[in-house]
């Protein structure tokens, strides 16, 4: 059973704080994204990486930075948190190879005040 | 980019009727379509999916079904329950180098009424 966690369930941070967000995944796959998830917006793509030390922007990039140092984890950094920021962080990973399913973390409530 | 229209944006049914969902997409060469629900206060999680060489497919009460002359597919859930109410999003993967990222519908509000 795929497992995709994340570090915080909810955090509350103040505006200019850097962030780290840390999602987790245990089943070797080789892609991994963030998202944000805002009423009545959908999911919106932040950045994905689709192996070790490589990312690619997704709709929304700026504002935000990512890491993936290893193959298991994702982190998201807010650079400088301001309150547009305040949201609700989705991390995903899936297989590569024809599986396109993507698995969801349980998500990140970020208020940034 | 890939663009995805989702309607209707809230959905009330009674209990056993049939709930239909709409989405359509931008990118003709797309070849992906999920459709993922999420219930309240949890992840997303894939409910069913079709890839572009098919034009229907059903599991149990939920079907999905794709023309890509239109560039739009649907969701059908039969028989709804109120387990059923929820967000459902569907979602479209563009081709191209990105071939893993999914542009998502803004989600629909399935609400059964009992």
Redesign the interface.
């Known amino acids: 059973d795929v497992k995709v966690t994340q570090s915080s369930r909810y955090l509350v941070k103040r505006t200019g704080e850097k962030v780290f967000l840390e999602c987790v995944q245990d089943m070797d796959h080789e ?1 991994m ?1 963030w ?1 944000r998830q805002d009423p ?6 932040i950045y ?1 990486s ?1 192996d070790v030390k490589m990312k ?1 922007k ?2 929304i990039p700026e504002g935000y930075s990512v890491s993936r140092e290893k193959k298991e984890r994702f982190s998201l950094i807010l650079e400088s948190a301001s309150t547009n920021q305040t949201s609700m962080y ?1 991390c995903a990973s ?1 297989l ?1 190879r024809g599986r ?3 698995y ?4 990140t409530r970020l208020t940034v005040t | ?1 890939e663009n995805v229209e ?1 309607h209707p ?1 809230t959905l009330s049914v009674q209990e056993g009727d049939s709930a239909v969902i709409k989405c359509t997409y931008s990118d003709s060469a797309s070849n ?1 379509f ?1 459709w993922y629900k999420q219930e309240l206060g ?5 409910i069913i ?1 079709i890839r572009s060489n098919v034009g229907e497919k059903k599991d149990q009460r939920i079907a999905v079904t794709l023309n890509k002359t239109a560039k739009h597919f649907s969701l059908h859930i039969t028989e709804t329950q109120p387990e059923d109410s929820a967000v459902y ?1 569907c979602a479209a ?1 563009g081709s191209g180098g ?1 071939n ?8 629909t509000l399935l609400t059964v009424n009992p």
């Open positions: 892609n994204f998202y009545g917006l959908g999911l919106r793509l994905f689709y690619e997704g709709d989705l899936s590569a396109y399913e993507q969801f973390g349980p998500g | 980019g989702q944006s992906y999920p949890k992840r997303p999680q894939l999916d999003f993967m990105s893993y990222k999914l542009t998502f519908g803004k989600g």
